[in-house]
């Protein structure tokens, strides 16, 4: 079940961010595009077993987690 999160959200970021970085099969670069706003390059954890990507970002003190289901060619 999902739950919104006030308190500790940097400590418990910082902890998800080191399980997925743990965690994942393979670390690669890409492009990842945002319509309207541009293409920015990051670094993309990837998990073979469930087919998905995970990555993070950290803009003015936010944070942005985004997810993908397709592997990136190289």
């Known amino acids: 079940m999902l739950e919104l999160v006030y308190e500790n959200v940097p400590t418990l970021q ?4 080191a399980y997925i970085r743990g965690s994942c099969d393979e670390e690669m670069e890409a492009m990842l595009v ?3 706003r541009g293409r920015f ?3 993309l954890y990837w998990f ?3 087919g ?3 990555s993070f ?3 003015q003190g936010r944070f942005w987690n985004a ?3 397709n ?3 190289g």
């Open 41 to 43: 390059p990051r670094t």
């Open 48 to 50: 073979n077993n469930l």
């Open 52 to 54: 998905m990507w995970v």
């Open 14 to 17: 910082e902890e998800y961010e």
């Open 71 to 73: 592997k990136p060619q």
């Open 57 to 59: 970002h950290r803009p």
């Open 67 to 69: 997810y993908g289901f």
């Open 34 to 36: 945002h319509p309207g």
